[in-house]
């Protein structure tokens, strides 16, 4: 069983930045590539970003591209999104989901573990 955590969400202001965390509990994430997507009220679950299992390889969606990064500390088993420039549009549940033989990318069925999401709310 792949049990993810995320955490790291709350309320900002436009303009602001804020660092999402996925870590597994009680054992290694290393060997995954790692996903993040969002759902906002109303729509689809969409791909954000994703790293390989080594971080050498990272994905962006482009609406969030030159404002989001993905990176992954291996050694602590957490993979990390860091956020700036945030705007209203942002604002949704942001998941973190785990694929074991995947490269990290946005096909959202080769994901098998999936944590709980975290509420990133962006104000205007």
């Known amino acids: 069983q792949v049990q993810l955590v995320e955490s790291g969400g709350g309320l900002v202001q436009a303009g602001d930045s804020l660092r999402l965390s996925c870590a597994r509990s009680?054992?290694?994430?290393?060997?995954?590539?790692v996903g993040w997507f969002r759902q906002a009220p109303g729509k689809e679950r969409e791909f954000v970003a994703g790293?390989?299992?080594?971080?050498?390889?990272?994905y962006y969606a482009d609406s969030v591209k030159g404002r989001f990064t993905t990176s992954r500390n291996n050694a602590n088993n957490t993979v990390y999104l860091q956020m700036n420039s945030l705007k209203p549009e942002d604002t949704a549940v942001y998941y973190c989901?785990?694929?074991?033989?995947?490269?990290?990318?946005?096909?959202?069925?080769?994901?098998?573990?999936w944590g709980q999401g975290t509420q990133v709310t962006v104000s205007s």
């Open positions: 790293i390989s299992w080594s971080g050498a390889n990272t």
């Open positions: 009680g054992r290694t994430l290393s060997s995954y590539a």
């Open positions: 989901a785990a694929d074991p033989y995947g490269p990290g990318d946005s096909q959202k069925g080769r994901y098998n573990y």
